[in-house]
């Protein structure tokens, strides 16, 4: 098994290996990436970085794409759900 | 100053992979970018628990003769080259020729709760997964058309989920005829079979389509038609795909023409892989859907072409031809049934990015129209998902591509002068 990184996803601590995804470390704390126009909850779509359901704030900055972004140890990240 | 490549080359998967290297093998300077942190593309994608294939490995190698430019997203064209976003700034980079090979997105189509988290793609699941979304233990359905739900299908099960069947629109009669077809195609034939092992067990039933997502704030199950009658199947993911789309939008900003096959657009180009922009080739899923052996032969041809070798590319012609072939073959056996095409009812969100419904879409024969009386397309998905499933569901085509090509931060497009200040691509980003 491959060395883990620490994220904190709304405050949450999660594990997740090396070389995964944002996206995969929120998916262990939760399934509401952000809210559409209408408020209704979304989650990642495409996996590919085409359709940008699974946009979140990392480390500050907003609107990025969850599926895109390689986990970093000590992520901060924060979803809209 | 722009920095100056005598081969730039988009899109690093395997058609990029193989571009790079038969161009770097004749000397030429040869820069590979990606808006993913890794090379590999779709089909190579990392998997942080499985090993690469050896014939990724083998063309991860050769990027050592390459400049290697992780996580740079063309966002727009410049009079000097192209405007690359990266996560730090933005760079200006120019070329002498320049290989397109962006690739394929899946064809993603509306039905009712298909907006639910749990669901997704079925290459996206396969994608989320590889990149270490937990599945163990998870119960998912697999639905849509195509051999990419098999590929799907293992690489979730793989991961420890609990795959509860696969359900292919394609009717059993038509997937038996394509089945027969494999016997001319034996290294096809041998894939199919080894996928098949992987997934002993699965039950695999023709004919069926997912035709409703239930669920409140996330999914809890799915309603399958089949040839038996109707089904609820309760589930934790649905992955559902409908095959496969050429990503052609950087081809159409850069002015290069298209070619419809059906309701989407690929990029035109000629025997050598020239498009009809002098200096510009396309290779790959771009120039029509033909999957991995054919990206991997015409990425070599491209880049052949690309540093000036026409002879070496024109070599490959024929092994190509064969190779395309057989993605013909899929074509035609894995065509939709128009069931799926009346899956959305009125209430179903198209566009997701504005949360527009098909009944709100009504009247509408065009885009532009569609676009400026209810915003359906103006998101931060610039109506790549919309646009596509409504050409699909033959309402009216997408509209062409406008910079930026995706939301790019003010910064980058600070150095950008033709963009107007009103366009809505700003937004969303
Ligand atoms: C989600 C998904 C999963 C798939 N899984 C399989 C599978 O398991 N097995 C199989 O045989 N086939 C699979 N395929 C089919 C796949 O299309 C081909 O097998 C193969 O990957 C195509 O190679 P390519 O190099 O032409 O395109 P791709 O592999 O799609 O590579 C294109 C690359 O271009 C990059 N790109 C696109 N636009 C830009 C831009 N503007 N700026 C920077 N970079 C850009 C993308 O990030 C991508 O890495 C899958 C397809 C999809 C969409
Ligand atoms: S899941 Fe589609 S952009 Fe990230």
Redesign the pocket.
């Known amino acids: 098994m491959s060395r883990l990184l620490r994220l904190s996803v709304n405050g949450q601590s999660v594990d997740v290996p090396a070389g995964a995804s944002v996206a995969a470390a929120i998916a262990q704390a939760t399934l509401h990436f952000r809210r559409s126009v209408r408020g209704t909850p979304r989650a990642p779509l495409?996996?590919?970085?085409v359709c940008f359901e699974c946009r979140v704030r990392v480390d500050g900055v907003a609107h990025v794409r969850a599926c895109m972004t390689p986990a970093v140890e000590g992520m901060q990240v924060y979803t809209d759900g | 100053m722009a920095k100056r490549f005598d081969v730039l080359v988009?899109?690093?998967?395997?058609?990029?992979?193989a571009a790079a290297q038969a161009a770097a093998s004749h000397g030429a300077q040869v820069g590979l970018?990606?808006?993913?942190a890794r090379?590999?593309?779709?089909?190579?994608?990392h998997d942080v628990r499985h090993q690469a294939p050896r014939a990724a490995r083998e063309a991860f190698a050769t990027l050592d003769n390459v400049t290697w430019l992780a996580q740079?997203?063309?966002?727009a064209n410049e009079p000097q080259g192209l405007r690359?976003e990266t996560p730090g700034g933005s760079e200006l980079l120019g070329y002498n020729a320049l290989i397109l090979?962006?690739?394929?997105?899946?064809r993603l189509l509306p039905f009712p709760g298909w907006t639910l988290p749990g669901v997704c793609?079925a290459?996206?699941a396969?994608?989320l997964t590889k990149q270490g979304w937990p599945v163990a233990g998870k119960r998912v359905v697999v639905a849509g058309s195509g051999?990419?739900l098999l590929?799907?299908a293992a690489?979730l099960r793989a991961h420890g989920a609990r795959v509860l069947g696969i359900y292919e629109q394609a009717s059993a009669a038509t997937v038996r005829r394509f089945a027969s077809q494999l016997l001319h195609w034996p290294a096809r034939a041998a894939q199919a079979a080894a996928l098949r092992a992987r997934l002993a067990g699965v039950p695999y039933r023709c004919g069926s389509v997912v035709q409703r997502a239930h669920g409140e704030a996330q999914l809890q199950g799915v309603e399958v038609d089949g040839p038996r009658g109707t089904q609820r199947i309760d589930c934790d993911l649905l992955a559902v795909?409908y095959g496969?789309v050429p990503?052609v939008?950087?081809a159409a900003l850069l002015g290069c023409a298209l070619q419809q096959t059906g309701k989407h657009p690929r990029v035109r180009v000629d025997g050598l892989l020239r498009t009809s922009v002098p200096g510009i080739f396309a290779?790959?899923?771009?120039t029509g859907?033909g999957?991995?052996a054919v990206?991997r032969i015409e990425?070599t041809m491209a880049g052949h072409a690309a540093a000036g070798f026409d002879q070496e590319a024109h070599a490959l012609r024929a092994q190509r031809d064969k190779a395309r072939g057989f993605a013909a073959l899929l074509d035609t056996h894995f065509a939709l049934d128009p069931r799926i095409h009346r899956l959305a009812d009125a209430r179903t969100i198209v566009c997701r990015c504005e949360d527009i419904t098909l009944g709100e879409l009504d009247g509408f024969g065009d885009a532009r129209d569609a676009k400026l009386a209810t915003r359906c397309g103006m998101g931060a998905c610039q109506g790549r998902l919309c646009g596509s499933a409504l050409a699909e569901l033959g309402r009216f085509p997408r509209s062409g591509s406008r910079p930026p090509?995706?939301p790019a931060r003010l910064a980058t497009l600070a150095g950008h002068t033709s963009l107007s200040p009103s366009d809505d691509a700003y937004r969303g980003s």
């Open positions: 495409c996996g590919m970085g | 988009v899109g690093a998967g395997p058609t990029g992979l970018l990606d808006a993913q090379p590999g593309g779709q089909v190579w994608r740079h997203s063309v966002v690359v090979a962006t690739g394929a997105r899946e793609g290459g996206g396969q994608a051999p990419l590929a799907a690489t795909g496969l990503q939008e950087l290779a790959g899923e771009i859907i999957g991995l990206a990425g090509l995706f």
